[in-house]
């Protein structure tokens, strides 16, 4: 539980690296909360083995679905495009991928949000997977409206979970006919930038992407304990849906 406070704390307090929080603050102002430290070489050992709690723990962090979702992905980059020939940590694991911006070797993190701001499922990657692929085991207990980006548009996805009561809409490509949407859904449809804002904050402020890792397991550790950081927050952003008709569990 001790190892599991300090991981995540690390993604509170704004340090850009995890050795200096160790030893500037964890060392030198929380000795009296912690009294048995171990060296920072032999906290880094011992790190991997709060994986699984961890990952329990933010399962048990996740908000409720209120009908109305968004979904998105974010690239998590493991090294410099430089030296993605050169790179072995994640040689076996990451994958070249691509955003709007640039290629880039890694992950990719999918994501899923209500309109409070609370994450409702989270799902890893290697950076060439297409964001449509875990969508369907993602959202097993959503239900209503989920809102996402062209990279979701499918037919075939959108009647998969339709039959399942979640309607997935979806902005359109440049090489489609327009569609008629309903002007709630449209509106909703604009507010997407929520969950892009949540990405932001995850990277900027959680530190869940550099590339200092020297084990996958640490890797994920980093990353979860990040995620559990951003639901710890007292100020999600959120969305103000008060006149809309939201969709209700039958």
């Not at 909360?33 to 961890?54: A, D, H, Q, T």
């Not at 084990?215 to 304990?225: D, R």
Request: aromatic share 10%; charged share 25%.
């Amino acid at each position: 539980s001790e190892i599991m406070t300090l991981v995540i704390d690390f993604h509170r307090e704004g340090y850009r690296n995890f050795k200096d929080y160790y030893l500037k603050h964890v060392c030198l102002e929380l000795r009296g909360e912690f009294p048995s430290l171990p060296s920072y070489n032999r906290f880094v050992e011992l790190m991997p083995g709060v994986l699984l709690p961890l990952t329990a723990y933010l399962q048990s962090r996740y908000g409720n679905c209120t009908g109305i979702s968004f979904v998105d992905s974010t690239a998590i980059a493991v090294c410099h495009n430089r030296r993605i020939r050169r790179h072995k940590v994640f040689k076996d694991l990451a994958a070249r991928g691509k955003t709007s911006v640039d290629w880039f070797f890694g992950f990719k993190l999918h994501l899923i949000v209500n309109a409070q701001g609370e994450l409702l499922a989270v799902f890893l990657t290697a950076g060439n997977v297409d964001d449509r692929e875990p969508l369907a085991q993602m959202t097993q207990d959503l239900f209503g409206k989920l809102f996402g980006d062209k990279g979701y548009v499918s037919q075939k996805l959108f009647e998969q979970l339709f039959e399942r009561g979640l309607e997935l809409i979806t902005t359109i490509r440049k090489n489609m006919k327009n569609a008629l949407m309903r002007l709630e859904d449209k509106l909703l449809l604009r507010k997407r930038y929520i969950i892009e804002t949540i990405n932001d904050q995850l990277k900027n402020i959680s530190q869940i992407e550099h590339s200092r890792h020297r084990k996958p397991a640490n890797f994920a550790v980093n990353l979860i304990a990040g995620l559990i950081a951003y639901t710890l927050q007292p100020k999600k952003p959120s969305l103000n849906l008060a006149g809309l008709a939201l969709p209700v569990a039958v």
